[in-house]
Every structure is written in structure tokens, then in C-alpha cells.
């Protein structure tokens, strides 16, 4: 089964909002490489090629081309993050950062008609659930790893995170 058009565009755009650099994946007799080089993606796919004659009319007259390359290459847009996407840098020594734990979708909800986990000046417990990332069609529980009061909420819902991501300022008490 070779990758469709959407597929292979979806891939780019997710490659592309991360912070993955180098991105691979084979599938029967195709791979599809992807690399960032300075923050613009490139990505790469190999194929077979099958030479087919080039026919030439008269009215337009056309180098004739054999194609030999087993590989093609284009670049994608570049999509940068703008400000409110960007984390705050915030220098405040008190505030706790609670960080994703892995590359996934973040869910400030169990489910999307219930209320959040946790909000803007919440107490939290030090293992109480403050958000939901899914990741491989897997719901992980995200517990607070200090005790104390949220203080910021740092993505939105339903937004990619990646590894290490903050999530959460909260104040330790």
C-alpha cells in the first residue's frame, strides 16, 4: 500500500509544527525522509522510477530526458510559531514547571463536554491529574508533580506538545 497525497502532506505539517529535526518512514517500496535543515523542513521520497520513453511533437520541441534519479526532493513551507504558540520565558524562580512527558496531543479535559482538570488559580496536589496527552491513540494522565497553585496554563487544548514541553507554571507552596 503506497502513502497518499493527504498522508504524506498531513506528515509534513506535523514534522513541520514540531520540534523533530530528521523524520523517516518506509512503507513497502517507498520512504519518506524528512529533514529540517536551519528550521525549514525538506522533505525527501524515494521511490522506483520507471523509465518511460519521451515523446516529442514537432510543434514543441523538448530535450529528450531519461529519467535515472530514484529520488525526489521538495520543500514545504516553512510555518513558523507565532508568540501566543511560544511559552513564556518567565524568570520567577517560585513557579514550577510541569513539562510534557512525551510528544502528543494535550487535553485539559477527561472528555470534551467535561469540565477541565485544573484552571488558572487551582490548588493542586502533588499527583493529582492536571491534564490528559494522547499519544498512539493512548490517553496518558498527567499528574502535578508538586504541590501548590496554577498559576498559568501554557497550551492550548487540544494543541501538539512535544517532549519536555511546559504545560503548566504553578506556584509550590
Known sequence: MAFKMHEIRELIRLIDE????????QNEDTTIK???????MVPTTSFPVIAQPVVQHAEQPTPVATPVA????????????????????VEDANLHKIVSPMVGTFY??????????????DQVQNEAIVCIVEAMK????????????????LVENGQLVEYGQP???????
Open 70 to 89: 530514484t529520488e525526489v526532493t521538495s520543500s514545504a513551507p516553512v510555518v513558523e510559531a507565532t508568540p501566543a504558540e511560544v511559552a513564556p520565558d
Open 34 to 40: 524528512m529533514k529540517k535543515n536551519n528550521g525549514v
Open 108 to 121: 485539559r479535559a477527561p472528555s470534551p463536554d467535561s469540565q477541565p482538570y485544573v484552571k488558572e488559580g
Open 138 to 153: 493512548l490517553m496518558n494522565e498527567i499528574d502535578a508533580d508538586v504541590k501548590g497553585t496554577i498559576v498559568k496554563v
Open 18 to 25: 514540531s520540534q523533530i529535526e530528521e523524520f523517516e518512514i
Open 167 to 173: 504545560l503548566f507554571l504553578v506556584k509550590t507552596s
